[in-house]
């Protein structure tokens, strides 16, 4: 059963914050807004231009990525806890 | 009697919120806002562009879709609960 | 004595909200905006948009339409009691 | 002395709200927004275009206009009590 | 020493406002908000379009003019007082 | 060491606020938003057009300009208390 | 591991806030807001106008720049602490 973002919305499968990692992201647990990690699961078509026409949402299937921890709804698809966000809630792609 | 929407709004049938389902949407009762599940019964002509063209609604009638729950407005139309949306407010489709 | 709105306003007839009608539309007392039924009595010219030109309302005299509560301003003419409304106010058209 | 209103401003003659009127309009006294009642005086050139044009206002000298009652500005000029609008604070033309 | 008001924002010598005047102009002394008079001293260069074209302020040096109470900026130069404007805080050139 | 203002940024240098001038401006002590003057020291490219365009900031270096007191960010730097404007919260230039 | 910022996002790393530095920047500790110092990491594509272009961000690796302080998301990338910014929270480049 997968789930097709409308518009430029993204569902991400978020990634329990790691204190520490390998991968070197350490999520600050300042009270103010700790970004969260997740996978991009499904991608929408993209913002509606005044011009009719979309402009492709910028992550793709697999990328990890980095949101505010605020943006979003979440629900649960097939026993994964999942996130649909827009695009705008993506502050970076983690590469490498 | 049917009822045609006007603009980008779409009318859709509720499902209820099954805890959890064959089709693997389970909507986690966190406080938050939960998503609803629902069919699309009718879509209206599109958001209208500047240019004056009007853009497709991205549901069909027959769609399942996933929307917030506190978005539209509920109305009864012979004894079936429906609501009406904005495009906006449906979150994705529910494919397969 | 007749009212031409302006820009895109419409002018109805709200219809009393009949709690079960032939027509099947039964509008639930929930404390929620319950929508409102009427008759459209006149439109305006429609939206203006930016390159001047008008969008035409897309509802007509004589339509059966489906309108948020709270949306538009009460007058009375001829003793009937009417309520001005714009396009955006109107959530569907009522057909059959 | 006259007025030249600016942009898409009208200034209009308010009538006293008659309670029951030959004309037919009849402002309910509900404590909501009863629109008021008046005579276009004078228009502006209209509101300015992105294109750097105006669209013209849709309302001439005296036309019979309704109008939002909590909009535009009182002024007295020659012993009249004149208030100016915006265009958009106009509900309809009155006409017959 | 002048002032060259940058974009739309018009320079006016406010007009003491007079209860009774030959002009015919009577500011009502309601709480609401009373327009001034006063007369133009300068005028930018206008109103900035996405097309980076300006629209011309329409107003000019030596116009009287009707504005709101509450804008602008209040300034003295040269023992006189003076505000800056936005040309959409003027409502009306007042002629004749 | 200077500052490259971005966007339609303006860096300027205020001057106190003299309540009296040899040139004239006084600038009145009412409680109300008194606006500062200072000399512009380094002005950004200028604001982006949807066309991609700049349009050029309407102050240069040199200019002695007026702006809202209560705008900008407060920086010094090499020992001068300079402000860092958006072109926006400055109301003129002051010539002669 | 590298962030790739999305839009017109900028990667910083912001450092401490000398009181005096040899490059002159002294950020008055006012209780206002104090911008902040810090040298580009990353850059997004940049922000996304209406033709569906992009338009590139002004700043690059390795810039010195001046940003709002309370801008932002704050994370921590092998051990580096970074802020993630909007464009718009950069007032100026340090140059020199």
């Known amino acids: 059963m997968t789930l097709n973002p409308l518009d430029d919305r993204v569902v991400v499968e978020p990634v329990e914050a790691e204190e520490t990692t390998a991968g070197g992201i350490v999520l600050p647990d300042a009270a103010k807004e ?10 929408g078509p993209g913002r509606l231009l005044e011009s009719g026409e979309r402009c492709p949402v910028s992550v793709g299937e697999g990328d990890e990525v980095l949101f ?5 709804t979440e629900i649960e698809v097939d026993g994964s806890e999942l996130k649909i966000l827009r695009e705008s809630d993506i502050l970076a792609k983690i590469v490498g």
Chains 1, 2, 3, 4, 5, 6, 7 share one sequence.
């Open 68 to 72: 505010g921890k605020y943006g979003g």
């Open 34 to 43: 700790k970004p969260q990690r997740g996978k991009v699961v499904a991608v």
